[in-house]
């Protein structure tokens, strides 16, 4: 505990007078009670606050004010809002109670503040605090949308004071956000806070790449500015002369689109070519409408250069669900460079920039109040979460399905258009219409023609469902959809089955028993889930009701010796459980698996490793270790994998930091990695490719996958490899094979 230095006292009044200025500004407080309304939760806020400092060394209440500011400031929301960001860490960190808040504010304010509280209390020992968590944060969706938002802000602060947090924490803090803050922000139409979450997310985890395309950006700076000026000077004149009010400005992408690029392309900075778009946002005039106009400064730009004919997207006709408009081209510059230009008006610019909270100001100005895509949206997580699954990660990865990036527009039989994410199946659309419809789909036609459930669907495509009333659920559909809707929908009916089959396959079991004169105890369960191979009851119950283990051959197993195999299924469930031999078990599914992992461990008593199936790391590749809590093995993932970033926001205390994991140059061990080739086809290409491969370097594949059509030859092939050192001088050399265009390694993340 401290008393404010007067150090203290005059920071925390700047950020108050800049709080102050910044509401000023956003014309938030139209009475003076308003203005009292927030100071008094700034008073609160200091004086709960006082004797606390943040790691960074400030004192506390500063971070509650930067977060106010970023609500009011950088996404426009209210007075409420900003009151329920000077108080999100009242409850959680200090003596203060909801109730306390409901009485001094409001029960609204209360009821926000507490969706932005931490979860507190034990938690389930296979279930993750964090994940649950999240789910609290976001079950507020159903109630209030900002809790959200303000969420976002709080994340962005601390993203920005990320510095000051050790290594294994940031590893932690920016894995959460990449997984789930990210989406959330494009989502809610945060275009501006997305990047930089990105950014920062990017400088903490890799800060050599960062730096490294930072470096180059600001070196081709001068000549990436007289480029724009050359191609922005004939437009200028164009508009001018048309009389448009209008601010024409270049976006460089950012740092993290550049690396994502490049590390999904595996191209080096230099053949990244978009590398910046040109926006045009302009001032609309009462007459004609705001999208004739958007198309009369298109035809102006495309005056002067020649449009990419497949690179038009009209975003105004037909918005993105997250509520963003705006005409996109490609077109031919100046010496031959393909350049993007948006159009939008000023309306559109500030929505796109600051979501949500614009969306909905624009959208209160307006007469008309249909239900635009944001809205379709947000009913529908609302509708997902009210029946929310019973595991946290379950819940989180559902919701996630919902936080999709890319849409495309499926149009019914009717030419009804619904929304859908980018890889939508016909299964995904079937219950998109309507569950019942979705849980009876057999097919559909598309456009016309026949097509099974698994087909993937295309923007514009027509789709007629066909239903049969004899079709029901399978396990196998949700590794179809991609949809939350679907995919919970699916969930529940499989829970509702499994449920019904336990019970009828208890009842089953105890007729067949008695048929025998044996009576169901544990002895007997314990000796059938090892016959069957079943990991707990229910696991039994529920095969013998749908079916798929049969008791025909009851008499025989209860008669066999199985004595040993019960042991070994029995020690490797529950070890130390001998005295329950008597009695009825009670097996859960998630919490029996044994720790065993003492046999499989060096006996050097050095840790298991088992490399990751998903991201295949080989020595030379920075990784990170996640802690198997069912096996206690460590499985190594890439740095930059993908499941490595959910498992890190979902179990940031399992998660080994990239400096305590180094490669052994002692074992000489082949890891698998796998490379794509692409070139001009020519006789012996094959051969010589194999001789490099097999011959020069002495490596051994595992397999090869060539085809080649019209001249062209592309392929993959698997091979064992002891470094990333050695993979990378073996694709140096393939690249000098002749007609060898492109070579590549895969990368699953």
Known sequence: MFEYSPADELLIEEKWRELE?????????????????????????????????????????????????IAVREIGLGKKSIVAALLHDVVEDTEYTLEDISRIFTPKIASMVDGLTKMSGVFNADSSEQAEY???????????????????????????????????????????????????????????IKSELENLCMMYRFPEEYEEIKRKIDETETERQAYIEKFMKPIREVLDRNKFQYEMTARVKSIYSIWNKMRRKQIPFEEVYDLFAIRIVFKTLPFPSEKTQCWQIYSCVTDIYKPHPDRLRDWISMPKSNGYEALHSTVMGPDGIWVEVQVRTERMDDIAERGFAAHWKYKHQSIAQEEDGLDKWLRKVRDALNSPTESAHEFLDNFKLSLYKSDIVVFTPKGEAHSMPYGA?????????????????????????????????????????ITAESAKPKPEWLDIVI???????????????????????????????????????????????????????????????????????????????????????????????????????????????????????????EPHF?????????????????????????????SSCDTLIKL???????????????????????YLASVEIYGIDRPSIILDLTKVITADFSINMRAISVQSHDGIFEGTISLYVQDIVSLNLLLDNIRKIKGIERVKRLINE
């Open 483 to 605: 949809t939350s809707k679907a995919r919970q929908t699916i969930q529940d009916y499989l829970k509702g089955e499994r449920i019904d089959n336990i019970e009828y396959g208890l009842q089953h079991l105890e007729e067949s028993l008695a048929e025998h004169n044996v009576t169901l105890n544990g002895r007997v369960l314990r000796k059938l889930m090892a016959a069957y191979e079943c990991r707990n009851k229910d696991e039994l119950y529920s095969k013998i009701g749908a079916g798929i283990i049969s008791l025909e051959n009851l008499e025989q197993l209860l008669k066999e010796n199985s004595s040993r195999k019960i042991l070994k299924f029995w020690k490797l469930l529950l070890p130390g459980s001998e005295d329950q031999e008597d009695g009825d078990l009670d097996i859960d599914d998630e919490a029996t698996t044994l720790d065993d992992t003492a046999a499989e461990q060096p006996q050097d008593g």
């Open 21 to 69: 200025e910044a509401c000023r500004k956003a014309k938030v407080c139209r009475r003076e009670d308003d203005w009292q309304f927030i100071k008094r939760a700034f008073f609160l806020a200091k004086e709960a606050h006082k004797g606390v400092r943040r790691r960074s060394g400030e004192p506390y209440v500063i971070h509650p004010i930067e977060v106010a500011l």
């Open 134 to 192: 999240f789910r609290k944060v976001l079950l507020t969706l159903s109630d209030d949308v900002r809790v959200i938002i303000i969420k976002i802000a709080d994340r962005l602060h601390n993203m920005r004071t990320l510095g000051a947090m050790p290594h294994h924490k940031q590893i932690k803090i920016t894995s959460e956000t990449i997984y789930l803050f990210v989406p959330l922000a494009h989502r809610l139409g945060l275009h501006a």
């Open 610 to 638: 088992e490399m990751a199936s998903c991201c295949e790391p080989i020595p030379g590749d920075r990784v990170v270790g996640y802690r198997d809590p069912q096996s206690g093995h460590i499985i190594v993932h890439k």
């Open 648 to 670: 890190a926001a979902q179990y940031g205390d399992r998660i080994i930091k990239e400096q305590d994991m180094k490669w052994s140059q002692q074992k000489a061990v082949s």
């Open 425 to 465: 199946t016909v299964l995904d659309f079937a219950y998109e219409i309507h569950s019942k419809i979705g849980n009876h789909a057999i097919g559909a036609k598309v456009n016309h023609r026949i097509q099974p459930v698994t087909a993937r669907l295309n923007s514009g495509d027509q789709v007629e469902i």
